[in-house]
């Protein structure tokens, strides 16, 4: 069974600080990702990683970084949070050449 | 570009009427297209995929390439299918990611 697990399910933090959000994975997957989730949005691709140290843009970038050391682990880091981040977020991890993607629990950040 | 349409933001139905979530896209190659569904306190999971054209949970999709749609339907709606239906499009080609649809929050009225 497929374990995709955030390192926080509430996070409260204030505008300007820096923020990490941890992903890890089980299933020894190649791809995940960072989504951001909003009503009446949806989600939102922020940022995917092929494989280690791999990364690349998605649909808002704006804000974020990724990083990704390990094959089991994806960070969210938002160098400097604003209000507008407050959200939920999404992680999803995917092995390479099959459709279906696994989610995390998400982790809602409040950005005061 | 593509785009995932889900023109109910909620839907509300009664147990035991049929129930039909739409979703509409836009893609210029072939999709591959997914209804994911996220129940209270519950993570984001795949409820089912055109390509195998299968019922889960009663629910069925099928892809009309002339309307580019991928409705969701269920001919007897149940109180636990209450959740928020997520359409998703993946291309066949390239990064291969999923792009979802705003999301349609059902809710079966008891």
């Known amino acids: 069974d497929v374990k995709v697990t955030q390192s926080s399910r509430y996070l409260v933090k204030r505008t300007g600080e820096k923020v990490f959000l941890e992903c890890v994975q089980d299933?020894?997957?190649?791809?995940m990702f960072w989504y951001r989730q909003d009503p009446g949005l949806g989600l939102r691709l922020i940022y995917f990683?092929?494989?280690?140290?791999?990364?690349e843009k998605g649909d808002i970038p704006e804000g974020y970084s990724v990083s990704r050391e390990k094959k089991e682990r994806f960070s969210l880091i938002l160098e400097s949070a604003s209000t507008n981040q407050t959200s939920m977020y999404l992680c999803?991890?995917?092995?390479?050449?099959?459709?279906?993607?696994?989610f995390g629990p998400g982790t809602r950040l409040t950005v005061l | 570009a593509q785009r995932v349409t889900q023109p109910e933001k909620l839907l509300s139905v009664f147990k035991g009427a049929p129930v039909e979530l739409k979703c509409n896209y836009s893609?210029?190659?072939?999709?591959?297209l997914f209804w994911y569904v996220q129940y209270s306190r519950q993570r984001l999971q795949l409820l089912l995929r055109?390509?195998s054209r299968e019922s889960i949970k009663g629910f069925t999709a099928d892809l009309n390439k002339g309307e580019t749609s991928f409705h969701l339907k269920k001919p007897f709606a149940q109180e636990e299918d209450s959740a928020m239906y997520y359409c998703?499009?993946?291309?066949?080609?390239?990064?291969?990611?999923?792009?979802f649809g705003t999301g349609t929050r059902l809710t079966v009225i008891p």
């Open positions: 055109h390509i």
């Open positions: 999803a991890s995917r092995r390479q050449g099959q459709d279906t993607q696994y």
């Open positions: 990683s092929y494989d280690v140290k791999m990364k």
């Open positions: 299933m020894d997957h190649e791809n």
């Open positions: 893609y210029s190659g072939s999709p591959e």
């Open positions: 998703a499009l993946s291309g066949l080609s390239g990064a291969n990611n999923l792009f």
